[in-house]
């Protein structure tokens, strides 16, 4: 069987993914590994023998596909929250990183470790594969004394016995931290609506005008004035039932149908006079609505407010189903390829407007080859881009952080002209899916076997080594989460992200994401991976001034 897994990669592939989803669906506690257990399947298949390992493309092309996915669906929220608290963030995962080196620093003095081990125990314990790599291009210079293959290991084993626990560390950190502080990732969702991650518990609310100072008020004036985070569907006034514009005004005892969460349906219907019984939306002979799938690649990647429905195709949107998740829309809202519009409009529009959104299916299930194959290209060039760094030394953001940095931007521009950058939501879950589970397959397997050999290394070293890593972990992350969550006040979602930032982790974003139920994970992760890639390269070759 070895030797047939051995000789067929694929196989072996396929074999630790099923294994892997197969126990990532056992709970236990009420908690499952999810897709991180193929990680852990990998490593027990790479143990066996050396040879039972993947190729390094397959890993490679995995994480290259999940990082510029996530960049892609982060990027609008990720400069969002750059405009917001950003900076805070980032000095947080700054200060955790700096942290770690100190305690690196004195776990290399206590146990005795070299500068290149240590180096390489620092760079597993945050599991960052660039700082291995920058680490081992700094000893081939020669810089830190004669250059020898028994020297050049030395960071691999320190790397190789402490990454496997930088991943469960962060996993079990974030497990037991939300199970003690009881965290609602829902209700953290909610109270972001700024962020665009979709809200939820949309109702539809008719309410009649009986407040004297509202009549001949402007809806549109109203709703800036007012900020009420609501959508007007229908107004009725004198039997007659329209469309709500911007520029229609109220009248006493117009009816008028609103669109929102409950307390902000209430909050409006306080200030306009009064709920009532009567239901504008269920009467469908003048006005009607219908779902329809955004395909047409005219309208992706536009704001509505650019698309002026009301007055160019005589509708308006009520709400977008992006995913699993209700948005409501506003003025800035961009549409996506697979979005889902509520359209409100007479019901002899309805099949013209059904045309000019697309609404094809089909159409969705296609990815844009072009602009993917553009955006992955561009990412890799931006990634082999060498940046200096003082003393000399220099870094790159390799496969991972430049396709990521590069997403982030094409995420955030929607389009550019006639190319649409964002991939369908369906598209863009199974390609980062099956990015993740290449990407843990492969570094599973690649790191399976010298994991368990080098525990018999230097006299028992590897179990020092393999403690000092797990302790380093734990405290990075138990420390990012409590001074993040319970100092500075940041919702969880947002905290598990980053951790899983600060790690430049996949598979703990994957977990985070398990846990969440929602994107705040990955504009978490998406807010600080840059600077904590960088962070953590500078700090690894740190180590090997530092360390004597």
């Known amino acids: 069987m070895l030797e047939l897994l051995i000789d067929n990669p694929l196989l072996l592939l396929f074999v630790v993914s099923a294994v892997g989803y197969l126990i990532g669906r056992i709970k236990i506690g009420g908690i499952s590994l999810g897709v991180a257990a193929v990680l852990f399947v990998g490593l027990a298949f790479g143990a066996l023998d050396p040879e039972l390992r993947l190729p390094e493309i397959v890993y490679l092309l995995g994480l290259v596909l999940f ?89 691999v084993i ?37 962020l665009n991650i979709g809200t939820e518990h949309l109702v539809s609310r008719t309410i009649r005008v009986t407040r004297p ?82 395909s047409n690649p005219a309208v992706l990647g536009k704001r509505l407010r650019d698309l002026d429905l009301p007055h160019t195709q005589g509708a308006i949107i009520t709400r977008v189903r992006r995913g699993d998740i209700d948005i409501l829309p506003h003025g800035d809202t961009i549409l996506e390829p697979g979005d889902r519009v509520r359209v409100v409009t007479r019901r002899e529009n309805l099949e013209a407007i059904s045309k000019y959104f697309g609404d094809s299916y089909r159409h969705l299930s296609e990815i844009d080859v072009v602009s993917l194959g553009l955006g992955l290209a561009l990412g890799l060039l931006v990634g082999m881009i060498p940046i200096p760094l003082p003393g000399g030394m220099q870094f790159t953001l390799g496969f991972a952080g430049g396709p990521l940095i590069v997403a982030l931007i094409l995420g955030w521009l929607e389009r550019t002209g006639p190319i649409v950058w964002s991939l369908p939501y369906s598209a863009n879950l199974t390609l980062r899916q099956l990015g993740l589970t290449f990407f843990l397959a492969g570094v599973g397997t690649r790191s399976g076997y010298s994991f368990v050999s080098t525990f018999s290394q230097g006299g028992g070293l590897g179990i020092f080594i393999f403690i000092a890593g797990a302790l380093i972990t734990a405290a990075a992350a ?71």
């Open 67 to 155: 990082v510029y996915t996530v960049g892609l669906s982060s990027g609008p929220g990720f400069f969002a929250s750059l405009q917001r608290k950003g900076l805070r963030d980032n000095l947080l995962v700054l200060g955790i990183i700096l942290f770690a080196t100190g305690l690196t620093l004195l776990a290399a003095w206590i146990i005795g470790l070299s500068a290149p081990t240590a180096a390489g125990m620092f760079a597993g314990s945050l599991t960052n594969t660039p700082a291995l790599a920058g680490v081992i291009e700094q000893l081939k210079t020669g810089a830190f004394g004669p250059v020898t293959e028994a020297i050049l290991a030395h960071p």
């Open 158 to 194: 320190g790397y190789s016995v402490t990454y496997p626990m930088g991943v469960l560390g962060m996993i079990l950190a974030i497990y037991l931290l939300q199970r003690l502080w009881k965290i609602n990732y829902a209700d953290e969702a909610r109270t972001m609506p700024g």
């Open 213 to 294: 100072e509202m009549d001949g008020r402007n809806i549109g004036e109203l709703l800036r004035n007012q900020r009420w985070n609501v959508v007007f569907g229908r107004i009725q006034h004198d039997g007659l039932v329209n469309i709500v514009t911007s520029d229609a005004y109220l009248r006493l005892n117009d009816l008028v149908s609103v669109v929102g969460q409950s307390e902000e349906v209430e909050r409006v219907a306080t200030g306009l006079g009064e709920l009532t019984p009567e239901q504008l939306e269920l009467d469908r002979h003048t006005l009607d609505f219908r779902r329809v799938f955004v």
């Open 478 to 548: 138990f420390g990012l989460l409590i001074i993040g969550h319970k100092m500075l006040k940041i919702p969880m979602g947002i905290c598990i992200g980053m951790l899983a930032g600060m790690q430049t982790q996949p598979a703990v974003l994957a977990f985070a994401n398990e846990q969440a139920g929602n994107d705040l994970p990955n504009i978490g992760y998406a807010t600080v991976y840059p600077l904590a890639t960088i962070g953590k390269i500078i700090c690894a070759q740190m180590l090997l001034v530092l360390v004597q």
